[in-house]
C-alpha cells in the first residue's frame, strides 16, 4: 500500500506538468502562431477601437439596428455569468415571459409580417447566442430601414449576404451574426458619418 | 425540420462507426504491446514516466492489486485537485483574482473531476483561477478517463485470459492510456478547435466597448486544451457555466459535430478492441449495435420532441417551425441540441450544448433514461465498456437461465459469484439514484433549491442524483447545487457510484481470468450473433425501466401529459 502511495504521488505531479502545464502551452503555442485572432477572442474592430467578439452576442437598444435573441446571462449578455433561463417546458414564469416577448417583438416590429420566428422570443443556452435565425433577421428588416433610413431591399441583401448555411449542407441551422450584420448596417447610414454611435 | 433533424442522426451514427474499427484495433496494439506508429515519439516519454513515477512495468498486478493502485490513485487525486483549488488565490495563473473555493463546494469538484463525472456546482469563469482549470480539472480529465481505459482494458484480459492469477498493471494502462490514446488525439483536437474560434489564452478578461457603448466584460482562459479532453474522455465539465453551448467553447456546427465525435470516438472503439482482445471480434460487433440501437431509438425521440416544440408557447403566438429553441443556440437549433443531449448522455460525457432543464418534458426524458440504464448506451471511456459488461454477464445468465445450462461466455462458466457481483453494481446505481432523490424531495434542504414547481421539480432532483451516480456530470441546471446538502450528498453519490461499480467488476475479471477454458459446444448460447445483440440491449432495457419506471412516470410522463394540456406552473 505504501508502494501505491509513493507511486501515485510522483505520477501525479509528472502528468501534472505534462497534462496541466506542457500541453495546454503547446496549444496556446500553435493558436498563437497559426489561429492568433481565433485563439485570442475573435475579436472585431470597427474604426480602430474593439466593439465585442464575433463570436459572443451583445445589448442592441438602438431601434436602427438588429437586436439579438433574449438573453439569460446576467442582466443580458453578460460574459461573466452565461448560461440560459433553465425554466422547464411548464414553468409558468417561462410562459409569460415568452407571451411578453411576442408582444414586445409585435409592438417593436408593426411592419412584420406572419406569426413570430421561435428565437425571437426565447432565451438560448449560453445567453452570449451571437446569431439570430435569418426569419428573425428579416423580421425586424422594416423597423430597421424606417430607423436608420437605408432601404428595405439592401438590408434583405446586407441579411442575405450574412447568412451562413449548414455545415456539409446538413449539420447547424441556417444563422446571421448580429453584431458583423449591425457593423454593415452602420457603414451604409445614409448620413454616412462614419462610426457615431447609433441615437439611442 | 424532424426529417431533417433523423438524417443529422444517421449520417453522426454513420461517422461513429467509420472510426470504430481503426481507433479499436489501435486501442488493442496500444494494450498488447504492440508497435504503433507513435512509438519512436512516445516509448521516450514513456521510459522517463516509468522511472519518474517508480513504476516497475514489467510487473503485472492481482485484480486486488489493481484495485487498490487504482484507488489509492484517485484518492490522492482528489486530495491534490481540493489543494489547489483551496490554494488558487495564493498560486500563480490567476489573471482574474478569483479567491480560494470554498471547503464543500471545493471537495464536490474534486470529486467530480476525479471520478470523470464533472458535476459542476459553480460557474467556471467566475469560481476557477486559469491554474486550477488545467493544472487541476484538466489534468483529471485525462486522468480520470485514463483510469476508466484502464479498468476496461483489464476487464477486456480478464475475459480473454486462461488461468491467470494477473490481469495487467494499472500504472502501466494509465500511462499508456493517456501517452498514446488520450494526449495525442486531445492535441489535433484541440488545435482544430482554435482554429474554429475556441479560445486559448493566458490573458485576464478583456473588456470591450459595444456598438451601444456599453462595457462587456470577456473572460479569456485556456478554453480549447480543456475542450479537446472534456469531450475526448467523456468528462463533460466546461470551462464556462453554459459549457459547451458558449460560442467560445463550440463556436461552429463543425466543432459540434467534431465534439459529438470525440465523445463516441473511444467507447465505441472500445467494443472493437473487446472483439479483438478476445479473439471474437463478432461478439464485439454484436456489442456495438446493441448499444447503437438503444442509441438510435433515444436519439429519435429525443429530436421528435425538441423539433415539434412547446404547444404552450406556439399557442401565445410563437412560430412552431424552429421546435423548442428555449435554451438552445442558433447555430445548433433544435435537431443538433436534441442529438448533442443523446449522445452525451448515453455516453457518460454530461458536456451540453443546450440547457437539458427547458427541454420538452420527453426531450428531457431520454438523457435521464439514458443515465439510468448505466451508461451503457457506448457509455463513458472504458465506463461504457465495463458497464456493459455487467449486462452481457446478466444476459448469458438469463440466457442460461432459458435453456437449463450453466451460462457460458467466451469459454468461460459464469457462476454464482460472478452474477452476484453484476447484481451488486446495478444495485449501487440504483440505490444512489432512487434513496438520494428520495433524500432531496422529502427535506427541506433538498426542495429549497428546486426552481422549478410541478413535475419538473421532481426530475431536477431526479437528475441530479442521476447524473451523480452515473458520473454524468449534464444537470437541470435550474437546480441550485451549490448548497452543503447538494455539495455533500451529490459528491458521495458520485463516489459510491464509480468506484463501488468498477471495485466488484475488477473482482469479476480476476474470477474470470482465474478460469479454464471450455470449448464451444452445441449448447452454448451465442453471443455474436443479431440474437444475442436483441437480447442484451432487452436486458439493459428491461433492468432500467424495471427499476425506474415509477419516479419517471411522476416526473417527465406526466410533465409531458400537462404540457399537452397547456397546464403551467
Redesign the interface.
Known amino acids: 500500500m505504501k508502494d501505491h502511495v509513493l507511486v501515485s504521488i510522483r505520477l501525479l505531479v509528472v502528468f501534472t506538468l505534462l497534462l496541466g502545464f506542457a500541453y495546454p502551452a503547446a496549444v496556446w503555442a500553435v493558436g498563437r502562431v497559426a489561429f492568433r485572432s481565433a485563439a485570442g477572442g475573435s475579436f472585431v474592430t470597427h474604426d480602430g477601437k474593439v466593439v465585442g467578439s464575433e463570436l459572443l452576442g451583445q445589448a442592441v437598444a438602438s431601434p436602427g439596428l438588429f437586436r439579438p435573441r433574449p438573453s439569460a446571462a446576467g442582466a443580458g449578455y453578460d460574459a461573466t455569468a452565461s448560461g440560459g433561463s433553465n425554466l422547464g417546458p411548464t414553468s409558468k414564469a417561462l410562459a409569460e415571459r415568452v407571451a411578453a416577448e411576442v408582444a414586445r417583438a409585435r409592438a417593436e416590429n408593426p411592419g412584420a409580417r406572419g406569426p413570430v420566428p421561435a428565437d425571437a422570443v426565447t432565451a438560448s443556452g449560453s445567453g452570449l447566442d451571437p446569431h439570430v435565425s435569418p426569419e428573425f433577421a428579416l423580421w425586424q428588416v422594416s423597423r430597421v430601414s424606417r430607423e436608420s433610413g437605408i432601404p428595405a431591399a439592401e438590408l434583405e441583401a446586407l441579411v442575405a449576404k450574412r447568412t451562413e448555411g449548414r455545415f456539409l449542407g446538413l449539420f447547424g441551422e441556417p444563422r446571421v451574426n448580429v453584431l458583423l450584420l449591425n457593423l454593415d448596417v452602420l457603414s451604409r447610414r445614409p448620413s454616412e458619418g462614419g462610426g457615431e454611435p447609433p441615437p439611442r | 425540420m424532424t426529417a431533417?433533424a433523423f438524417?443529422?442522426i444517421a449520417?453522426y451514427f454513420l461517422l461513429v462507426l467509420v472510426v470504430t474499427k481503426p481507433l479499436g484495433l489501435y486501442m488493442r496494439r496500444v494494450f498488447s504491446g504492440e508497435r504503433t506508429f507513435l512509438d519512436p515519439v512516445l516509448l521516450p516519454v514513456e521510459r522517463a514516466?516509468y522511472r519518474?513515477?517508480?513504476?516497475d512495468p514489467k510487473k503485472e498486478q492481482d485484480w486486488r492489486a489493481y484495485a487498490?493502485?487504482m484507488l489509492?490513485?484517485s484518492v490522492?487525486?482528489i486530495l491534490?485537485v481540493t489543494a489547489i483549488e483551496r490554494l488558487q488565490h495564493l498560486l500563480p495563473l490567476n489573471p482574474d483574482r478569483l479567491p480560494a473555493v470554498p471547503p464543500a463546494l471545493a471537495w464536490n469538484t474534486a470529486v467530480s473531476f476525479v471520478t470523470n463525472t464533472n458535476w459542476q456546482a459553480y460557474?467556471g469563469?467566475?469560481t476557477m483561477s486559469h491554474l486550477t482549470q488545467?493544472?487541476?480539472l484538466?489534468?483529471q480529465n485525462?486522468?480520470s478517463a485514463a483510469t476508466g481505459i484502464a479498468i476496461a482494458v483489464a476487464v477486456i484480459r480478464g475475459i480473454a485470459r486462461t488461468e491467470s492469477r494477473t490481469i495487467g498493471s494499472f500504472?502501466v494502462d494509465?500511462?499508456r492510456a493517456?501517452l498514446w490514446v488520450l494526449?495525442p488525439l486531445?492535441?489535433l483536437a484541440?488545435?482544430v478547435l482554435?482554429?474554429?474560434?475556441?479560445?486559448?489564452?493566458?490573458?485576464p478578461?478583456?473588456k470591450?466597448?459595444?456598438?451601444?457603448?456599453?462595457t462587456?466584460?470577456?473572460?479569456?482562459g485556456?478554453v480549447?486544451?480543456?475542450e479537446?479532453i472534456k469531450e475526448l474522455g467523456t468528462n463533460g465539465g466546461g470551462f464556462?457555466?453554459?459549457n459547451s453551448?458558449?460560442?467560445?467553447e463550440n463556436?461552429?456546427?463543425?466543432t459540434?459535430?467534431l465534439e459529438m465525435l470525440l465523445i463516441f470516438a473511444i467507447p465505441a472503439g472500445l467494443t472493437y478492441t473487446l472483439g479483438s482482445m478476445t479473439g471474437k471480434t463478432r461478439h464485439g460487433w454484436a456489442v456495438f449495435w446493441a448499444m447503437g440501437l438503444l442509441f438510435l431509438v433515444g436519439a429519435g425521440a429525443a429530436a421528435w420532441a425538441e423539433t415539434h416544440?412547446?404547444p404552450?408557447?406556439h399557442a401565445?403566438?410563437?412560430?412552431?417551425?424552429?421546435?423548442?429553441?428555449?435554451?438552445?443556440?442558433?447555430?445548433?437549433?433544435a435537431?443538433?441540441?436534441a442529438l448533442f443531449a443523446t449522445v452525451t448522455t448515453a455516453a457518460s460525457c454530461g458536456a451540453?450544448?443546450?440547457?437539458h432543464?427547458?427541454?420538452?418534458?420527453l426531450g428531457g426524458l431520454v438523457p435521464l433514461v439514458n443515465i439510468q440504464l448505466g451508461e451503457v448506451v457506448f457509455g463513458g471511456v472504458g465506463a461504457g465498456l465495463y458497464g456493459a459488461f455487467v449486462f452481457i454477464v446478466l444476459s448469458v445468465f438469463i440466457a442460461g437461465l432459458m435453456v437449463g445450462r450453466t451460462p457460458e461466455y467466451l469459454g468461460k462458466k459464469i457462476e454464482g459469484g460472478e452474477v452476484k457481483l453484476a447484481m451488486l453494481s446495478v444495485l449501487v446505481l440504483t440505490f444512489c439514484i432512487l434513496v438520494g432523490t428520495a433524500a432531496a424531495v422529502t427535506t427541506k434542504a433538498g426542495l429549497s433549491s428546486l426552481?422549478?414547481?410541478?413535475?419538473?421539480g421532481l426530475?431536477?432532483a431526479l437528475y441530479a442524483f442521476t447524473s451523480a451516480a452515473g458520473n454524468n456530470g449534464s444537470a437541470?441546471?435550474?437546480l441550485n447545487a451549490n448548497t452543503d446538502f447538494y455539495n455533500v450528498l451529490l459528491a458521495c453519490a458520485m463516489f459510491f457510484g464509480r468506484f463501488l461499480m468498477i471495485v466488484p467488476i475488477l473482482a469479476m475479471a480476476g474470477a474470470l481470468a482465474a478460469k479454464k477454458k471450455l470449448a464451444d459446444s452445441a449448447g452454448t448460447f451465442p453471443v455474436d450473433g443479431p440474437i444475442f445483440t436483441l437480447l442484451l440491449a432487452g436486458v439493459i432495457v428491461v433492468v432500467g425501466a424495471l427499476t425506474y419506471f415509477p419516479v419517471l412516470s411522476l416526473g417527465p410522463v406526466v410533465?409531458q401529459l400537462?404540457?399537452a394540456a397547456g397546464?403551467?406552473?
Not at chain 2, 52 to 55: N, S, T
Not at chain 2, 216 to 220: D, E, R
Not at chain 2, 245 to 248: A, E, I, K, T
Open positions: 431533417l438524417l443529422k449520417v514516466l519518474l513515477g517508480g513504476v487498490s493502485s489509492v490513485f490522492l487525486g491534490g460557474a469563469e467566475a488545467m493544472a487541476a484538466a489534468v485525462f486522468l500504472w494509465l500511462t493517456t494526449l486531445s492535441l484541440a488545435v482554435t482554429s474554429q474560434g475556441v479560445v486559448q489564452s493566458f490573458s478578461s478583456a470591450v466597448t459595444t456598438l451601444d457603448g456599453a462587456q466584460t470577456v473572460p479569456l485556456p480549447a486544451s480543456q479537446a464556462f457555466n453554459a453551448s458558449h460560442p467560445y463556436p461552429t456546427p463543425a459540434d459535430l416544440g412547446n404552450i408557447h401565445a403566438g410563437v412560430d412552431p417551425s424552429a421546435g423548442n429553441m428555449e435554451g438552445k443556440e442558433v447555430r445548433f437549433g435537431g443538433d441540441t451540453v450544448n443546450g440547457m432543464d427547458s427541454f420538452t418534458p426552481s422549478n414547481a410541478g413535475p419538473h426530475s431536477q437541470l441546471a435550474g410533465e400537462l404540457m397546464r403551467t406552473f
